[in-house]
């Protein structure tokens, strides 16, 4: 049996999902989690649930906000107090940036980005898409302890853990050390809605699209089914929409449950960033497009015709 | 003021991916090699740099095979002054890529004032080496930018997080940069930018020269495999307005009863 710290961020009070996730999968490991600042009770109560044993908070000057080196020190002082096997967390925008600094601090490698994984007697084997999707290998991790695992959000899923953890909660009084790199300012995004790589739907759009007022349909629609909305290589660079919308090879790497391709004609570069969604319609007027091949359900059709009569559907469907 | 751009070569994306006969890695004969498209931001960013810098000096740096040298030709051809390669093989991981950057800087006997890098590599994807790179040389980092301005020492710079968010970081040099799409707009290189780029000099270490041994590897992949071929889905024709209704109503049944998805 392993011994595991999972770490966790927090969003808006809520520990994220991908944190439930990593907890269900590690069912027969031993799993603490730790987490930067205050957690509510019933916080604690939901990641006990899934299984955490101990939660620990660390606390200290200049943690409130996230930096590479604050959050990597703090971390590191805490995990050698401690004797973990494991350490796993979400690759996340925090989670990429933090665990490779992090896991340099113990001479000790990261398996990055990994979409599931098993433990074969007390040991960490994953499997992870590399070359675009194009491939997948097993990976695993050499050298000294603790290893470190981050993990794609939505890859694993939510299986429940059969067994609860105590949940014992605990301060911890934390070091952020020397910051040379701080935030001085935070730019809020346009969009309220939840990040394309953590979303559990995404409507995106493409070059058939036409222009960037055009995707007021994709937005309506997403609004109604609880998506966010993204966007091909073509349309991000005909200027319809902003890079942080990309999906694909180099925008963002997907995995929501539900993708539905507007007008995305499914690029090698565009498949390598949503081929591992669960479920894929793809709309397009041309029926040899590539994305079809990828798709579980194709309409073949204009769009503009088509996504309004679906938000109808969606509408009646969910009662809105 | 010397600028340190690491650079990576990878399959171009369109290439056709063949797992080898044993699983241990891909077939590498008949790939095209690219600049990794993130570092061409990297390079970019570090000519701009350079033109309002007389002084300054940019060397490229890459660990990889050396059959093909494409990558740091190009680098050079666009602009940068001269080039390390770090003989290797192609499956590294990126700590001991990390640590043989490390040492070909070293090599160079030049102290880094700014070390600029893509954000990831799309052959890995694993978005590892500038971070672990900044710990090795014990210096400070900020990934995924999109912005970067530069007054005397002081670099402010903006990294994008989830939902196109940006954190505005304030770093003095040195330290390490991670580059993304949106930072700037990668030039071509010019004619005559090719042929002084055959000229311009490129040094040459072993992994050994630069202090890296198999004991440095800290992943290891295996069992490199084609994904599952998803089975052929289901295609409906709505080109007729007239069954737009019929089929969108079908397919949304299917997503709530076939699929589960609603």
Known sequence: MANVLVFAEQHDGHVKPVTLEILGKLAGQTADVVVFGDVSAEQIALLA???????????GTNLDKYSPEGYANALAEFIKSKNYDYVFGGATSVGKDLLPRLATKFNAG?????VNFVFEGGNFAGTRPLFAGKCLA????????????????????????????????????????????????????????????????????????????NF??????????????????????????????????????????????CGVSGAIQHLAGMRTSKVIVAINSDPDAPIFTKADYGIVGDLFQIVPIMTQEFKKLLGK | MNIFVCVKQVPDTETKIVPTGDGSFIETSSIKWIMNPYDEFAVEQALLV?????????????????????????????????????????????????????????????????????????DDDALQVPQILAEMLNLPSVSVIVGFEL???????????????????????????????GLNTPRYASLPGIMKAKKKPMAQYSL??????????????SQFRLPPEKPPGKKFDATDAAKQAEVVAQVIGLLRTEAKVL
Do not use: W
């Open chain 2, 151 to 181: 007054s005397g020492s002081t670099a402010k710079v903006k990294r994008e997080i989830e939902g196109g968010a940006l954190e505005v970081y304030e770093v003095n040099t040195p330290c390490i940069l991670a580059c993304n799409k």
């Open chain 1, 110 to 114: 990261l398996a990055s980005d990994v």
């Open chain 1, 138 to 213: 097993k990976v695993e991790v050499t050298g000294p302890k603790p290893h470190f695992v981050s993990i794609r959000p939505n890859a694993l899923g939510m299986t429940a853990n059969p067994t609860a953890g105590a949940g014992t909660a605990s301060d911890v009084n934390a070091n952020a050390g020397e910051i040379r790199a701080a935030i001085k300012e935070i730019i809020k995004a346009a969009s309220t809605k939840v990040d394309l790589t953590e979303a559990n739907i995404i409507v995106t759009g493409g070059r058939a699209m036409k222009n960037a007022d």
């Open chain 2, 208 to 221: 050994s020269d630069v202090g890296v041994s198999d004991a440095d590897r800290r992943v290891k992949y």
């Open chain 1, 49 to 59: 649930k899934n299984g955490a044993q101990n939660v620990h908070k660390l606390k």
């Open chain 1, 216 to 261: 007021k349909i994709l937005n309506e629609m997403a609004d109604v089914i609880g998506a966010t909305v993204g966007a091909s290589r073509a349309a991000v660079d005909s200027g319809f929409a902003p890079h942080s919308m990309q999906v694909g090879q180099t925008g963002k790497t997907v995995a929501p449950a539900l993708y539905i391709a």
């Open chain 2, 50 to 122: 350079k033109a309002s810098n007389a002084a300054a000096n940019v060397t490229v740096v890459r660990v990889g095979s050396v059959k093909d040298t494409e990558a740091l030709r190009t680098a050079m051809a666009m602009g940068a002054d001269d080039a390390v390669l770090v003989e290797a093989a192609d499956n590294l991981d990126s700590f001991s890529i990390a640590k043989a950057l490390k040492g070909a800087i070293d090599k160079t006997g030049k102290k880094p004032d700014l070390i600029l890098a893509g954000k990831q590599a799309i």
